[in-house]
């Protein structure tokens, strides 16, 4: 079998044992003589699924009583809507911190549905770092602070959460969810669209600190309102089963690995083999990400003209590597290697990398 080097921003690269496992139950399933796909979503087979993903986040994150998981759909795009429809009071207002599209997505919802309110934003510097605690200026009435963990099309990342004190923090973790231990107690609410680090798109994990209900606005639509979902653990209506079946099939693989932890061991060894693989050709390429700044998930670099990034990303997919365009708003190259993809993927990578740069330097 010859896999492809997947290192796309998302959907992305999935751990191949949750491939293979989800192969061969594919036409008979837990002895259903069915696939998960075909079979109720209120029948015992999936509900024993559904909750043991459920139960694996927990497990996982260490959730204390008080946190609830939920699995929604609409993406983390319904996310930037919900958030603030359901925790923003009628006059109020949330703080948003700014690094990048997404957050500015999510602050562009907030202030459809209520009032957002930038509290911080890394754009003068062209969003190449997360802003500093000391450049925060949050507003001691506001109803959270929202931040993103980690920008995808900038490479990005939070290393540090900012310090909110009494005020709800919430945090868009789509492209970085499960990627080391963190103190997911410390959080209101944390969202993730499953199509980077967890899964197949289809599902949003949120994560819920289950008291916080009791402040959000009532008079919502049912589907819109956190409180249904929570009181129906997430069976209120149809979840996207299969979605969900591969999520727990990622979950299980994690903690088969040794967990968080040894998520972040191997994450950390990823990062860093391609950003020592950048600074090993200083005039050839360019992490325009501040260092203390530089996303784990996804690595942005540059190459000395548009021409070479082009031949660059064409040449890589001739040697059975995809994905390492950068976003289109931004250009560049952009290598996503999320807790699935391997070292051996990223040791190719950055020997592929190593060589280019000796050919065309
Ligand atoms: C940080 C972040 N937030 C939100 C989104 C949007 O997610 P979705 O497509 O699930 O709505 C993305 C997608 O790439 C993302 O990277």
């Given at each position: ?87 923003i009071p009628p006059g109020g207002s ?20 209520a009032r ?246």
């Amino acid at each position: 079998m010859n896999r492809t080097l997947n290192f796309y921003a998302g959907p992305a690269a999935l751990p191949l044992p949750t491939l293979e496992r989800a192969r061969d139950e594919m036409i008979d399933w837990a002895g259903t003589g069915m696939s998960v796909m075909e079979t109720s979503h209120r029948s015992k087979e999936y509900d024993a699924v559904h909750h043991e993903a459920m139960d694996l986040i927990g497990e996982l994150l260490g959730l204390d009583d008080d946190h609830q998981v939920l699995f929604l759909q609409g993406g983390a795009s319904l996310q930037f809507a919900m958030v603030p429809m359901n925790f923003i009071p009628p006059g109020g207002s949330a703080d948003y911190v700014i690094t990048g599209s997404w957050a500015q997505k999510a602050l562009k919802e907030a202030n459809i549905v209520a009032r957002g309110r930038v509290a911080g934003s890394s754009e003068a510097a062209s969003f190449t770092r997360v802003p500093t605690q000391a450049e925060l200026d949050l507003d001691p009435t506001a109803a959270f602070v929202h931040v993103t963990s980690n920008n995808t099309i900038r490479g990005t990342q939070f290393h540090e959460f900012p310090k909110t004190g009494s005020l709800p923090l919430v945090a868009d973790m789509s492209s970085d969810f499960l990627w080391r231990p963190i103190d997911a107690n410390r959080f209101h609410l944390i969202y993730a669209g499953a199509q980077k680090n967890l899964g197949p798109s289809g599902v949003t994990i949120v994560v819920l600190r289950k008291s916080w209900l009791a402040k959000a606005n009532s008079g919502l639509p049912t589907m819109l309102k956190y409180s249904i979902h929570s009181e129906k653990e997430s069976l209120y209506n149809t979840p996207p089963t299969f979605a969900v079946y591969m999520v727990r099939n990622v979950l299980l693989w994690v903690k088969e690995m040794g967990g968080l932890t040894a998520m972040e061991t191997r994450n950390r060894a990823k990062g860093d083999r391609l950003y020592r693989a950048i600074a090993a050709h200083p005039d050839f390429y360019r992490s325009p990400v501040d260092a203390g700044s530089r996303s784990y998930m996804n690595i942005v670099f540059r190459l000395p003209s548009e021409e070479l990034e082009t031949k660059f990303v064409a040449e890589a997919k001739q040697a059975h590597m995809v994905g390492l365009k950068g976003h289109r708003s931004v250009g560049g190259c952009r290598a996503s290697i999320y807790n699935a993809t391997d070292l051996a993927a990223v040791e190719t990578l950055a020997t592929f990398m190593d060589d280019f740069a000796r050919r065309n330097g």
